[in-house]
């Protein structure tokens, strides 16, 4: 801005004196004030006017990214409903794509079969062709066969027509015959076989076994090695009494705080332990407190033996079994056969034969009588002789026993004649009983000798180069030498070692005899 001060220079200079200065002064200080205002109010608009252009742009900014976002998700929409539209397409396409594939191959397939059934009428009309030219030759071969037979005929008389005609017809029949013969005992043998199998697996799974406990040595446990002492007692007294009450041997060695119990028979094991145990926890040890407490524990076992026997009978719904049988069956509970319970083993016995005989159409109760009874031989005192079978079949046959139960309890070890199918059953269900997986055990000492006494025995047959116990002792291979054995003495070595070992050796189940001889010629070539 520009300020032209000639209209003014008259006036000053004119004035001369201090006071027209001052005003002067004053003059140009408020011309320059408000020329100071009038910029910054021009600047403040223009700042004002700045903000207001910026927010507008940012306000335009936004309303643009608005904009922006809102068409690209329209496009956004679009693109998936054409893209949607697209797939709906493509899928309908593939539909008759599919639907014209699946029609192809049904006409393929069609065209196929019509291939297939002419080329079976081909076939068939040439078998057709052929069995007609086979009649046709038949038919010729039997008029010429005919016109012989009418010349022989013209020089037979009647007697020798018959003959040669039984002949023919013997001739002709003979073959037949023996091929039907042939036909319906194979299939009689292998429906037999089959209907066996199925009762035998039948009658296992309808059986549940529990696991045999193992048999061990019967021990006592002490509360301290000084009661050993006084189980010895002054001068060996008190165990020399308690040994003749019970008829048992006391081991008392240097093992800790235990008393070994030794005896053949078990139930008397069996009332030394209860005795000694109560000995000790009364603690007064003499002989006439040792034949009093074998007294109490030799009237509890008879009680306890009572009560088995009473158990097994009701549990398998027996009646009308004699009370000495019910003792023996009791007494059974303490007797073990290779680590299995005898009484358990009894009863499983006569589960077996009862669904067994359900089976075969016998009757069950009969069959579960002689299962139950079959070793009850083993627990009847000495006053019996022989085999505990003979034994028991005698003792029930005492006692008032069916005659069917009698022959099948002594004939299950087949030392007599079985008279009936239950004897078979008892054998039967005895065997699956004392084979089945973990039924009967032994130490691992005398498995080790049982297989060891096995392979000794078969090298000592004349021809033996060795031999070898496998399947857990159920198997003995044994190779010979070819130079010194024949195959016709390799079949008789395994029948002598056969008899050989049923003779000579103790074992569970079976023992499968395989004889190998062979010769190997090798070369090589270079």
Request: aromatic fraction near 4%; glycine fraction near 6%.
């Amino acid at each position: 801005m520009t300020y032209e001060l000639e209209p003014f220079q008259p006036a000053l200079a004119a004035a001369t004196d201090w006071p027209v200065v001052a005003v002067s002064l004053a003059v140009i200080a408020g011309a320059a004030g408000g020329w100071a205002f009038v910029w910054w109010f021009n600047r403040h608009l223009r700042e004002r006017a700045r903000e207001d252009a910026g927010h507008i742009v940012e306000l335009g900014r936004r309303e643009a990214e608005v904009a922006r976002q809102t068409r690209l998700s329209e496009a956004g929409i679009e693109i998936e409903r054409r893209r949607a539209e697209l797939d709906r397409e493509i899928t309908r396409r593939e539909l008759e794509i599919d639907a014209k594939l699946r029609e192809i191959r049904s006409h393929e397939e069609s065209l196929g079969n019509l291939d297939h059934e002419m080329t079976q009428r081909e076939e068939k009309l040439g078998r057709e062709q052929a069995a007609i030219r086979q009649a046709r030759e038949s038919v010729r071969a039997m008029s010429r066969s005919l016109r012989q037979t009418m010349e022989n005929l013209a020089s037979m008389n009647v007697e020798e027509v018959r003959a040669n005609l039984r002949d023919q017809v013997r001739q002709e029949c003979q073959d037949e015959l023996r091929t039907l013969r042939r036909e319906f005992l194979e299939r009689s043998e292998t429906e037999i076989i089959d209907e066996s199998r199925r009762m035998l697996v039948a009658a296992m799974q309808r059986l549940t076994s529990k696991p045999n406990n193992d048999l061990t040595a019967t021990i006592v446990q002490l509360p301290n090695d000084d009661m050993k002492g006084r189980i010895i007692g002054r001068e060996g007294r008190n165990i020399k009494c308690f040994e003749a009450a019970t008829g048992t041997t006391l081991l008392i060695d240097e093992s800790p705080q235990m008393v070994l119990i030794s005896s053949f028979d078990p139930i008397r094991r069996e009332i030394a332990r209860t005795a000694l145990e109560r000995l000790i926890a009364d603690g007064r040890i003499h002989p006439a407190t040792i034949e009093d407490f074998v007294g109490q524990a030799r009237a509890e076992l008879d009680v306890i033996v009572q009560k088995a026997g009473d158990a097994a009978v009701a549990q398998l719904n027996l009646s009308a079994v004699h009370p000495e049988v019910i003792t023996l069956l009791g007494k059974l509970k303490f007797r073990f056969s290779y680590t299995q319970n005898v009484l358990d083993h009894s009863i499983e016995v006569a589960q077996l034969c009862s669904m067994l005989a359900s089976e075969l159409r016998l009757d069950p109760v009969v069959a579960k009588r002689a299962g139950l009874f079959h070793d009850i031989g083993k627990s009847v005192d000495g006053e019996y002789e022989g085999s505990h079978a003979r034994i028991g079949g005698e003792f029930l046959k005492r006692r008032g026993e069916d005659p069917v139960v009698v022959n099948a309890v002594a004939a299950h070890h087949e030392e007599i004649k079985a008279e009936s199918a239950y004897a078979g059953l008892v054998m039967l269900a005895d065997t699956i009983s004392a084979i089945r997986p973990g039924a009967r055990a032994e130490s691992l000492a005398s498995y080790i000798e049982r297989l060891d006494r096995l392979e000794k025995l078969a090298t000592t047959m004349e021809g033996v180069q060795s031999a070898f116990a496998i399947q857990a002792g159920r198997e003995i291979r044994v190779i010979v030498r070819p130079d010194m054995v024949d195959d016709q003495q390799a079949s008789k070595l395994a029948r002598d070692l056969r008899r050989k070992i049923e003779d000579e050796l103790q074992y569970p189940s079976t023992i499968k005899v395989t004889v190998i001889r062979e010769r190997r010629f090798t070369e090589t070539a270079t």
